[in-house]
């Protein structure tokens, strides 16, 4: 069982469609991310959330608004999507110090119509 | 920037055989961070073991193990005994010191033959 918890699982939406992904953990950890993976691929990273604070954009398009509500809950609002941005979206989370791993959830397979 | 390169796209091995998957990078840090995250088709990725670089001791958890050779920057897997269950993408990732994201190699997928 993983300790991140995604959802949805699929999704599946048009072009001109506002959805939001949700990720969950109750580790205690202050770090969470957001990647988009591609089939394949290593995951890509989009944000870095720390202490509830963005702390990393990769130069990721503002149709991807993360959100961090608080310390448990990591959001990913998604708005006029492109056919290029189906992909599994990964959130991950850790302790706020670099020798700590990253803890992913399953993921959320998106696609775009 | 630190790279992580894995040179085999692709490896398969036959069940209960040993395996090692290749794992180098660049970097001109002393002190960093090594994982590697299998992948099975489930899509999870699953942390399978992790190295910090000051220490000497490869580390070891169950049928997998590591070769870190810190001079040549080579941070190989090993999988004893391989079961079925091992089947996944696998990949190598580093981490500095310095609170800065994962960067991972392209992978490897591994195949498990009965």
């Known amino acids: 069982d993983t300790e991140v918890t995604q959802t949805p699982k699929h999704l599946v939406m048009g072009m001109t469609n506002k959805k939001s992904l949700k990720c969950e953990q109750h580790?205690?950890?202050?770090?969470m991310y957001w990647y988009k993976q591609k089939a394949k691929k290593p995951p890509e990273l989009m944000f870095v959330?720390?202490?509830?604070?963005?702390?990393i954009n990769e130069s990721v398009p503002s149709r991807f608004s993360p959100e961090c509500p608080n310390s448990s809950l990591l959001n990913l609002h998604l708005h006029a999507l492109q056919p290029e941005d189906s992909a599994l979206y990964l959130c991950?989370?850790?302790?706020?110090?670099?020798?700590?791993?990253?803890?992913f959830g399953d993921g959320t397979r998106l696609s775009i119509l | 920037a630190q790279t992580v390169t894995q040179s085999q796209p692709e490896m398969s091995v036959q069940e209960a055989e040993t395996v090692t998957l290749s794992c180098t990078y660049d970097t001109s840090e002393s002190d960093y961070y090594l994982f590697w995250y299998k992948q099975p088709p489930s899509r999870q990725m699953i942390l399978v073991i992790r190295q910090e670089a000051y220490k000497q001791q490869n580390a070891t958890e169950n049928r997998f193990s590591v070769n870190f050779q810190k001079a040549a920057k080579s941070f190989s897997l090993k999988i004893s005994d391989s079961q079925l269950g091992d089947a996944a993408m696998y990949f190598c990732?580093?981490?500095?010191?310095?609170?800065?994201?994962?960067?991972f190699g392209k992978g490897t997928r591994l195949s498990v033959i009965a």
């Open positions: 959330y720390s202490y509830e604070k963005l702390s």
């Open positions: 991950a989370s850790s302790q706020v110090s670099s020798n700590q791993p990253q803890h």
């Open positions: 990732a580093y981490r500095s010191p310095w609170d800065t994201p994962l960067v």
């Open positions: 580790m205690g950890h202050r770090a």
